[in-house]
């Protein structure tokens, strides 16, 4: 089983999303982007490995632009050496990376236009896996798409769309039921028909689904769809976040929460992709919690991680941040702190609590800021504009360096 986040990590300074509009393309602007993008990608690997994530998924924008007819740059070529680098890095590790075409990859579309670049970009996340030399566990995740007034020629066209792919991209398609145009029951009967993959969305499927199934249930039937050379059945969790949009995901992962799905998924071993706003932060979570309950978490693993989530906790409540400590310090059971500091972050924000806060965390620059910074700092207090003053405390501990507060969750967690 392998636990992992898309695209983005939150508490590392790398990103594999850089843009390049289409009226600044150039070659060598493109050819910049590449191979920064690139560099972060091995980083975050390298990160993700440190913490056991061995799922990850890649950002669409690695290549910039990398469906579209301009960019007709030979990157598979000139970059062939960092791409081989790569995919060595991944099999080495055992990890198993995804990519996700975004929402206007659309081969079910009426349109012939919309299919023919839909199927371009398809392509395109083809060729960045296979340049990597990636055998095909490592999967494109799809939605089917709209149903256009005529849901059963919407799935018929898909199909067939489906059947101008490579054999390549034929091969690493995976569809996903969506929260409002095609259920499970919808994406199990096209997958039957093209014999490819099902990645199962569990909050998709609250959205819009009959939901008589359970967790075992539903496995079973997605289960049946994975083949040995597609590897591993691969999901999708997330939870839905509290006053929003039905759909919208949460900021964490509620362990609690997830520990009840995971007694009816673990005896598939499925690979599990968060879909959550904190990313690496979740992951480290989830892992940690399934490595408690294997007894195999240390005393300096809950230590580790309590020092980053410290000023989080005493900005909500500076009494669930001493219970926190004494959690650490007399229980030693990470569950026991993730399930409080889960318990402690539904509550809204404390102004006094969040103010001192702020103070405890400025108190790493007082002697090193300059008067002007202090000066800053303090008239943002004052006129309580509270949020600028956390992104000021970002700014200087990017600044000054200070590694104790770049490793913490505080400027990541909270509002």
Same mark, same amino acid.
């Given at each position: 089983?392998?636990?992992?986040? =898309?695209?983005?990590?939150?508490?590392?300074?790398?990103?594999?999303?850089?843009?390049?509009? %289409?009226?600044?393309?150039?070659?060598?602007?493109?050819?910049?982007?590449?191979?920064?993008?690139?560099?972060? #990608?091995?980083?975050? +690997?390298?990160?993700?490995?440190?913490?056991?994530?061995?799922?990850?998924?890649?950002?669409?924008?690695?290549?910039?632009?990398?469906?579209?007819?301009?960019?007709?740059?030979? *990157?598979?070529?000139?970059?062939?050496?960092?791409?081989?680098?790569?995919?060595?890095?991944?099999?080495?590790?055992?990890?198993?990376?995804?990519?996700?075409?975004?929402?206007?990859?659309?081969?079910?579309?009426?349109?012939?236009?919309?299919?023919?670049?839909?199927?371009?970009?398809?392509?395109?996340?083809?060729?960045?896996?296979?340049? +990597?030399?990636? !055998?095909?566990?490592?999967?494109?995740?799809?939605?089917?798409?709209?149903?256009?007034?005529?849901?059963? +020629?919407?799935?018929?066209?898909?199909?067939?769309?489906?059947?101008? %792919?490579?054999?390549?991209?034929?091969?690493?398609?995976?569809?996903?039921? !969506?929260?409002?145009?095609?259920?499970?029951?919808?994406?199990?009967?096209?997958?039957? &028909?093209?014999? /490819?993959?099902?990645?199962? !969305?569990? #909050?998709?499927?609250?959205?819009?689904?009959?939901?008589?199934?359970?967790? &075992?249930?539903?496995?079973?039937?997605?289960?049946?769809? *994975?083949?040995?050379?597609?590897?591993?059945?691969?999901?999708?969790?997330?939870?839905?976040?509290?006053?929003?949009?039905?759909?919208?995901?949460?900021?964490?992962?509620?362990?609690?929460?997830?520990?009840?799905?995971?007694?009816? =998924?673990?005896?598939?071993?499925?690979?599990?992709?968060?879909?959550?706003?904190?990313?690496?932060?979740?992951?480290?979570?989830? /892992?940690?919690?399934?490595?408690?309950?294997?007894?195999?978490?240390?005393?300096?693993?809950?230590?580790?991680?309590?020092?980053?989530?410290?000023?989080?906790?005493?900005?909500?409540?500076?009494?669930?941040?001493?219970?926190?400590?004494?959690?650490?310090?007399?229980?030693?059971?990470?569950?026991?702190?993730?399930?409080?500091?889960?318990?402690? %972050?539904?509550?809204?924000?404390?102004?006094?609590?969040?103010?001192?806060?702020?103070?405890?965390? *400025?108190?790493?620059?007082?002697?090193?800021?300059?008067?002007?910074?202090?000066?800053?700092?303090?008239?943002?207090?004052?006129?309580?504009?509270?949020?600028? =003053? &956390?992104?000021? +405390?970002?700014?200087?501990?990017?600044?000054?360096?200070?590694?104790?507060?770049?490793?913490?969750?505080?400027?990541?967690?909270?509002?």
């Amino acid at each position: 089983m392998k636990i992992g986040y =898309a695209c983005i990590p939150l508490t590392i300074p790398f990103r594999t999303n850089r843009r390049l509009v %289409l009226k600044d393309f150039t070659y060598e602007k493109a050819s910049e982007i590449i191979e920064s993008n690139l560099s972060d #990608l091995h980083k975050i +690997l390298e990160y993700n490995k440190k913490r056991e994530i061995n799922l990850f998924r890649i950002s669409s924008d690695i290549i910039p632009l990398g469906s579209h007819e301009i960019n007709d740059l030979p *990157w598979k070529t000139i970059f062939k050496s960092e791409l081989t680098s790569i995919g060595n890095y991944i099999k080495e590790n055992s990890f198993r990376v995804s990519m996700h075409p975004g929402q206007y990859t659309i081969i079910n579309s009426p349109s012939e236009d919309i299919v023919n670049k839909s199927i371009r970009d398809f392509e395109y996340h083809t060729d960045f896996l296979d340049s +990597l030399e990636l !055998d095909y566990t490592h999967k494109l995740i799809l939605h089917i798409g709209g149903v256009y007034g005529d849901k059963p +020629l919407a799935k018929k066209r898909f199909i067939e769309n489906f059947k101008r %792919l490579s054999s390549s991209a034929q091969k690493r398609m995976i569809i996903e039921n !969506d929260e409002k145009n095609y259920s499970l029951e919808d994406v199990l009967e096209i997958s039957e &028909k093209i014999n /490819i993959p099902v990645v199962y !969305d569990n #909050l998709h499927n609250t959205c819009y689904g009959s939901n008589d199934l359970s967790v &075992k249930d539903i496995y079973k039937l997605v289960n049946k769809t *994975w083949k040995k050379e597609d590897g591993n059945m691969k999901v999708h969790y997330s939870q839905q976040a509290e006053n929003k949009k039905i759909g919208s995901h949460s900021t964490t992962i509620n362990i609690e929460d997830f520990l009840e799905y995971f007694k009816e =998924a673990k005896d598939f071993d499925p690979d599990i992709m968060l879909e959550v706003k904190d990313k690496d932060i979740s992951s480290i979570k989830v /892992i940690n919690s399934l490595n408690s309950l294997k007894g195999i978490n240390t005393k300096s693993t809950i230590t580790e991680e309590w020092a980053k989530y410290k000023y989080v906790v005493m900005a909500y409540n500076y009494e669930a941040y001493k219970t926190c400590r004494k959690i650490v310090k007399d229980d030693g059971n990470i569950l026991s702190l993730y399930k409080y500091i889960d318990e402690t %972050l539904k509550n809204p924000l404390d102004e006094g609590n969040y103010i001192n806060t702020l103070h405890h965390v *400025w108190g790493y620059f007082k002697d090193i800021a300059k008067t002007q910074e202090k000066n800053h700092f303090s008239k943002m207090i004052s006129e309580k504009k509270f949020s600028n =003053a &956390k992104d000021y +405390l970002f700014k200087l501990t990017n600044k000054y360096d200070v590694e104790y507060l770049k490793k913490g969750y505080f400027f990541h967690e909270i509002p």
